[in-house]
C-alpha cells in the first residue's frame, strides 16, 4: 500500500509569495495533521482534520490555513511569505483513533528567498 | 504546558553495545507516547508506542522503549547497536486520551551516531 504522498518535494518562493502543499493520506486514514519542522528542531503542530472538520490548531499565524477534501487529501496554505517559513513541512495520517500511530509523508522543504 | 525533553543532542556508540536515547516528558494526564527515526532528507518513521500495559514495549528493528511512570520517562533502548541505526530520533508525546484530536508534541531530537 501506498504511504503518505505530499507534493511538491521541494519549492522555493520569494517573500510575499503565497505557497500551497498537498498531502494525500494512506489509504483508509481519516485524520491529516500538518506539521513544521524547522532545522535542528522537532516537528511543530499546524493543524489537525479530522472527518474534513477542524480539530486543532497550533499556535501558528493566520497566514496558515489548510483544508481537507472528501476523499482525506489536504492541502496546506501560507499567504505572505516569511523568511521565517522555510522549513521542511511534515503531513502525517492516522486512522483516526488516538492511540495509533500518525504516519508521515517525505515533507516538503519550502525555501524561502 | 506540555513539553518533551530529550536531553542529548548527540549520543555515540560502538557498533555491537548497547544504546539508550533519553525522553522525558511533562504533560497533562495519562500521555500516549510515541519514538519515531528520521533519515537524511526523510520524513519521520514510526518506531514503537506505549499505551497501557507492560512498561517495557518492543517495536521495529530490535527497538524496545522502557516506560516509568513517576521519572515521567520513555527511553528508547537497544541491546546491540548497528552502523545503520545512525539517524535522527524523536520522542513525541499526545496527551489528550479522551478526544479524537492527536496532536503530538515532540522533543528536539538526538542524533545518533554508531561507529564501526
Known amino acids: 500500500d501506498a504511504g503518505v504522498t505530499q507534493s511538491p518535494t521541494h519549492l522555493i518562493k520569494t517573500r510575499g509569495q503565497q505557497v500551497t502543499l498537498r498531502c494525500s493520506p494512506i489509504s483508509g486514514h481519516k485524520s491529516v495533521s500538518w506539521y513544521q519542522q524547522v532545522l535542528g528542531q522537532g516537528p511543530q503542530f499546524i493543524f489537525q482534520?479530522?472527518?474534513?472538520?477542524?480539530?486543532g490548531r497550533g499556535n501558528f499565524p493566520d497566514r496558515f490555513s489548510a483544508r481537507q477534501f472528501p476523499n482525506y487529501s489536504s492541502e496546506l496554505n501560507v499567504n505572505a511569505l516569511l523568511l521565517g517559513d522555510s522549513a521542511l513541512y511534515l503531513c502525517?495520517?492516522?486512522?483516526?483513533?488516538?492511540?495509533?500511530?500518525?504516519?508521515f509523508g517525505d515533507g516538503t522543504r519550502l525555501s524561502i528567498l | 504546558a506540555q513539553s518533551v525533553a530529550q536531553p542529548e543532542d548527540q549520543v555515540n556508540v560502538a557498533e555491537g553495545n548497547p544504546l539508550t536515547v533519553k525522553c522525558t516528558y511533562s504533560v497533562s494526564g495519562n500521555p500516549y507516547l510515541f519514538w519515531y527515526v528520521q533519515y537524511p532528507n526523510r520524513g519521520l518513521q514510526f518506531l514503537l508506542k506505549y499505551i497501557t500495559g507492560d512498561n517495557l514495549v518492543k517495536g521495529s528493528y530490535g527497538f524496545e522503549a522502557e516506560f516509568n511512570k513517576s521519572q515521567t520517562s520513555f527511553h528508547l533502548k537497544k541491546p546491540s547497536a548497528l552502523v545503520s541505526d545512525s539517524a535522527l530520533y524523536f520522542c513525541a508525546v499526545r496527551p489528550d486520551r479522551g478526544s479524537t484530536l492527536g496532536r503530538l508534541y515532540f522533543g528536539r531530537g538526538t542524533q545518533l551516531t554508531v561507529w564501526p
Open positions: 502525517a495520517s492516522s486512522i483516526g483513533q488516538g492511540y495509533q500511530p500518525q504516519h
Open positions: 482534520y479530522y472527518e474534513k472538520e477542524e480539530r
